[in-house]
């Protein structure tokens, strides 16, 4: 659901690279021999992904003429993934396209592997091709295995062409002990249906209320030094002074109202990067927690 800006390699490239260390003569030449039919995929693959989805691909209409699909599984295993493969250099350049090296995913865990959007389980043609490799954490990579969707609303958003520009992620702060934070989809009202239902079935298929859920502790012990490191400003200390006289229920010095507003300021600096930034929401959410911003605190 966040967008990934794609690079210039091209599948010929790739298999270029990788025959240079493949030792057998005859696939090595076979692996060469394909890359025309590879760039043909590749073509075939961006006009089917922005058109009907992954699910519509078929193992048939990626086949080669030169080299098997578990040929083709084999040259990614071993000499695109693989550290001493004669490819490595293009796998590190799609790891490294992720935007802020973050997966493309969840945008939490750090991008180090690549994820084939659709799996080479499936289509083996597209084994090495670029715009099917998308930077991930290896969480995610894990949790989508083989998925490939069953219908248009459980289809996954390619980060390389798609990305919802729309606020869907939300989440409540639980208002008991230290604090905790629940996680949700809400996406817009004004998008399509079947967008909205395939965003909810992404954030559920990574277990992103999970994730994020997990992670939150930290964001808010965070938040809290944060209230307990920053002074009034010099145009509240009067009304730092009143809040204090009225209420004793403050966060080191700021009412729960001035602790809510600088809270909703840093989420909102996060919000002008990503409208669905993580730390944004964690922020958002303390900010309109009355628990959090005086007792809670």
């Known amino acids: 659901m966040w967008a990934v800006e794609t690079t210039d390699i091209s599948a010929a490239e790739i298999a270029t690279d990788a025959a240079r260390k493949i030792r057998n003569p005859d696939l090595r030449n076979r692996v060469r021999a394909a890359r025309s039919e590879l760039e043909a995929n590749h073509e075939r693959y961006g006009s089917e992904v922005i058109g009907d989805g992954c699910r519509q691909m078929r193992a048939a209409d990626y086949g080669l003429t030169e080299v098997t699909d578990d040929e083709m599984r084999w040259v990614y295993d071993n000499h695109m993934s693989k ?4 490819a490595r250099d ?10 802020f090296e ?16 659709v799996p080479q389980s499936i289509i083996g043609g597209l084994a090495v091709e670029p715009w099917n490799l998308v930077p991930a954490c290896h969480q995610c990579n894990h949790k989508l295995g083989d998925y490939v969707a069953t219908e248009s609303t459980t289809e996954l958003f390619h980060p390389f062409f798609e990305s919802v520009e729309s606020r869907w992620l939300y989440a409540r702060v639980i208002e008991k002990g230290s604090g905790a934070l629940e996680f949700f989809a809400a996406p817009a009202a004004d998008l399509e249906e079947d967008e909205r239902a395939r965003i909810s079935n992404q954030f559920k298929t990574l277990g992103l209320a999970f994730l994020f859920s997990s992670v939150s502790g ?12 920053t002074p009034p400003r010099p145009d509240d200390e009067e009304a730092e002074r009143e809040a204090r006289e009225a209420d004793p229920r403050i966060v080191a010095g700021h009412s729960a109202e001035v602790a809510s507003a600088l809270l909703a300021e840093t989420a909102a600096i996060a919000f002008r990067v990503d409208a669905n ?21």
Do not use: M, N
């Open 90 to 99: 293009h796998y590190d350049r799609l790891v490294a396209s992720a935007t």
């Open 218 to 229: 930290k964001d808010i012990a965070e938040a809290r030094e944060s209230l307990r490191g």
């Open 277 to 297: 930034s993580r730390r944004g929401v964690v922020y958002e959410a303390l900010a309109g927690s009355a628990w959090f911003c005086s007792l809670g605190a």
């Open 83 to 86: 550290p001493t493969g004669g």
């Open 102 to 117: 973050l997966c493309s995913y969840c945008q939490y865990g750090h991008a180090k592997t690549l994820d084939h959007f």
